[in-house]
């Protein structure tokens, strides 16, 4: 296998084309809390819901740029991370 930036960016050790994968925990638990935090529900659980949805996504765009398995799936949890953050930054101002 050759090294050049395409396969830096999209393949993984084993030579496949790698965009997207199998949703993980952190984000299968992000993407319910989410939903949970859509009914109608006291201001403390919807805050509750909000860190714990915040703390999933925070968790798993961290292990993509730590253990992604290309430049792709790094700079998609860099990506999320650091829109997550000013999401949250953006709601408190």
Same mark, same amino acid.
């Given at each position: 296998?050759? #090294?050049?930036?395409?396969?830096?960016?999209?393949?993984?050790?084993?030579? #496949?084309?790698?965009?997207?994968?199998?949703?993980?925990?952190?984000?299968?638990?992000?993407?319910?809390?989410?939903?949970? #935090?859509?009914?109608?529900?006291?201001?403390?659980i919807h805050r509750g819901?909000?860190?714990?949805?915040?703390?999933?996504?925070?968790?798993?765009?961290?292990?993509?740029?730590?253990?992604?398995?290309?430049?792709?799936?790094?700079?998609?949890?860099?990506?999320?991370?650091?829109?997550?953050?000013?999401?949250v930054f953006l709601r408190?101002?």
């Open positions: 296998m050759q #090294n050049s930036l395409f396969d830096k960016t999209f393949r993984d050790g084993d030579g #496949n084309i790698v965009i997207g994968q199998l949703p993980n925990l952190p984000i299968s638990l992000w993407l319910v809390a989410t939903l949970l #935090n859509l009914m109608p529900v006291g201001d403390p819901l909000e860190a714990i949805a915040f703390g999933l996504l925070f968790t798993w765009a961290w292990q993509e740029i730590f253990e992604g398995v290309n430049y792709f799936r790094r700079t998609l949890g860099f990506t999320v991370l650091m829109g997550a953050i000013a999401f408190a101002a």
